[in-house]
């Protein structure tokens, strides 16, 4: 691949082998002619261009950038999987100073443009997807200068709206999402100049890439798109930058795969984003309110719940769960609902639902025999196991029935009591305890959405080295698990490698641990008749969750029966 010229006045890329700046080592230029023209322009940038590589790609600024170490070893990694010409735009725009003299600065923006133009399409989409994690977290005036890689990738021409592909086949996957998906998730609830960056990454591409506002990601993740996940409950909120989507055209009424809209998104630790959507009517299109979601309840069934959950919901011991710290929420919850009553909207009323079978369909005796044990580990280990039962025949798909680890997270953090859940990617899970409290969430066969609360009344004993070693093929028995994801991030929820202890540490369990719960359903779910109609008239239940530790959630209903007397 033939190189750069640094003189830019010259517009010969020889195939030669090129000659380099003997100062700064990072500069070719096609002959010693061409040197000497350009050191004129040359030597203010020879000198921030000598260093380490490592240094070239650290700001002065670092430690006031409030990026952890993981983080800006992740980005640094990520950069040098690029071709030189990426890595020395990088080191360009790094070194750019606060005040430049603008021929100077002219002359940098030459120099990125003819590395940008060496660089292929697929490698120019790849580049721009790094460069949103490399851009945010940097100072505001740096990633506005005519300097910023983004902005030169535009100018020389890139998709603004290509999906992220994966690292191994440089395509798009199932996972794929676009650069407005990921920059929506980037807010931050303790920096403002996280948030301000994020507004102007997505003005750059708005307003100069021309990206489309309302985009999608894949399948893999629910087709969701810009405004849906800058809307996101789980998340941080940024109102700038939702303004920002509303005013190029933001759809407010576009749907997920499962039929959820960014007003359903923002329930239940969001809402003043959805009070600000309903504030936005003046944009080009005004909100819907009774759109449904695929179980057929709209926004304010949801609202409806959400009130009925915080103020009236109580555990087996009939303590009160509202706490203080959600009088606001239930405040905001409130006004919501105001708002949406006043466009129009009406609560889905389910109607006649006949019952499917009930608590009958997920009990054991209607689970289907397998060749497997009752938890199947032989996709962990490559081995053959010989008896078991397979999961119930309705539990697939789109539904499930778990602990949902941020929904029990926020409970914790309201509540502040202890609930039972994995790591999610926030923390450590927690150790399974008697008296813990628990929430299980369920998606029933009739596309009803549920949850359980309650306690857990028995723990069982975690397997041993010696237990799990007959169950797989190790020769060393301190590994107790394989990797079972292969996102390479060092904190991600689904690597499951290293020793008994550490592993336990992190997820507070370990592979196929079982704990006994007794539960009942929450007073919104109790109240909605396709839930009613499944369940019959059982009130209390006893579910035994086995952990799971190849799903994200890894607290798994194993089993569940009715409980005819909770109080022994």
């Keep these: 691949m033939s190189e750069v010229c640094g003189n830019n006045n010259c517009n010969n890329l020889c195939g030669d082998p090129p000659r380099v700046c003997s100062k ?31 240094q070239q790609l650290h700001h002065d600024d670092h430690d006031e950038e409030l990026i952890s170490e993981q983080m800006h070893s992740m980005v640094l990694s990520s950069l040098y999987m690029f071709p030189r010409a990426a890595q020395e735009m990088y080191r360009l ?13 002219e002359c940098r923006v030459l120099k990125m443009k003819k590395l940008a133009l060496t660089l292929d399409q697929c490698t120019k989409e790849e580049f721009m997807h790094s460069l949103v994690v490399l851009l945010h977290p940097t100072k505001t005036w740096l990633i506005e200068k005519p300097t910023s890689p983004l902005l030169i990738l535009f100018q020389t021409g890139v ?16 996972s794929s999402y676009t650069c407005l998906c990921q920059i929506a998730q980037l807010s931050s609830a303790k920096s403002d100049m996280y948030n301000k960056n994020q507004v102007i990454l997505g003005r750059q591409f708005l307003e100069v890439g021309g990206a489309n506002v309302n985009a999608r ?6 087709f969701n798109f810009p405004l849906y996940n800058a809307c996101a409950s789980r998340l941080p909120t ?14 407010p009424n576009m749907q997920t795969s499962v039929g959820e809209t960014p007003l359903m998104n923002c329930l239940n630790y969001s809402v003043g984003v959805g009070i600000q959507l309903l504030s936005f009517e003046q944009y080009h299109m005004p909100i819907n309110v009774n759109l449904r979601r695929y179980d057929g309840h709209n926004v304010l069934g949801m609202v409806n719940g959400s009130i009925s959950r915080i103020s009236g919901g109580t555990f087996k011991d009939g303590q009160e769960t509202t706490p203080e710290k959600m009088e606001y929420l239930l405040k905001q919850l409130l006004e919501f609902k105001t708002l949406l009553e006043a466009r129009g909207a009406m609560e889905y009323e389910g109607g006649d639902i006949q019952a499917k079978g009930g608590v009958d369909m997920i009990q054991q005796k209607d689970i289907k025999s397998s060749f497997l044990l009752e938890y199947d580990v032989s996709s962990l280990f490559n081995i053959d ?34 609930y039972l859940h994995g790591n999610s990617g926030r923390g450590c899970g927690r150790k399974p305890q008697v008296g813990q409290r628990v929430v299980i969430s369920a998606v029933l066969e009739n596309d009803s959405c549920c949850e359980f609360v309650g306690k857990v009344v028995q723990t069982f004993a975690i397997p041993t080295d010696a237990h799990l070693k007959r169950m797989k093929t190790s020769s060393n028995p301190s590994d107790l698990y394989q990797v079972c994801c292969n996102c390479t991030k060092s904190d991600c929820p689904l690597t499951r490698t290293g020793k008994r202890f550490d592993i336990l540490r992190k997820h507070g369990t370990v592979h196929t641990q079982q704990v ?36 994200l959630n890894m607290w798994q209903v194993a089993k569940i029966e009715p409980n005819q007397n909770p109080s022994s």
């Design 385 to 418: 196991l010989n008896r078991g039962f397979d999961a119930p025949s309705w539990c697939s798909g789109e539904r499930g029935f778990y602990i949902r680890d941020e929904l029990a997270a926020q409970y914790e953090a309201h509540e502040n009591k202890e």
């Design 24 to 54: 700064c080592k990072a500069t070719p230029y096609c002959s010693r002619e061409c040197q000497k023209k350009a050191w004129k322009l040359h030597k203010k940038l020879c000198a921030s261009l000598n260093k380490g590589a490592a």
């Design 217 to 222: 990601a894949n399948a893999g993740m629910s």
């Design 516 to 551: 006994l719960t007794t539960v009942k359903l929450t007073k919104a779910s109790a109240g909605d008749p396709a839930i009613a109609a499944f369940f019959g008239v059982s009130k209390w239940y006893d579910i035994l969750l086995r952990c799971d530790d190849t799903k």
């Design 159 to 174: 998709n603004a709206d290509a999906l992220s592909t994966d690292k191994r086949t440089h395509l798009p996957d199932d």
């Design 238 to 251: 940024n109102p700038e930058f939702i303004q920002l989507l509303l005013e190029h055209g933001a759809d």
């Design 93 to 105: 725009f790094k070194s750019t100073p606060k005040e430049e003299d603008d021929n100077y600065l």
